[in-house]
């Protein structure tokens, strides 16, 4: 069975949302498990609709 980690980060803005999950991604992307293609960010009210990072 595997696990998902969930990490909220609030921040003021889609743009700046996006970047800092691009920023986050692109660390963590040669760790053994991150699936940075799959990062979304959406907003804290309505995590409905995601937008792609």
């Known amino acids: 069975m595997r696990h998902v980690i969930h990490l909220p980060v609030a921040v003021a803005d889609l743009t700046e949302a996006l970047g800092l999950a ?4 692109r660390s963590l ?3 053994p498990g991150v699936d940075a293609a799959g990062a979304t960010v ?3 009210d ?4 995601q937008h792609r990072v």
């Open 22 to 25: 691009y920023t986050v991604t």
């Open 29 to 31: 992307g040669s760790v």
């Open 42 to 44: 959406s907003a804290e």
């Open 46 to 49: 309505d995590q409905s609709v």
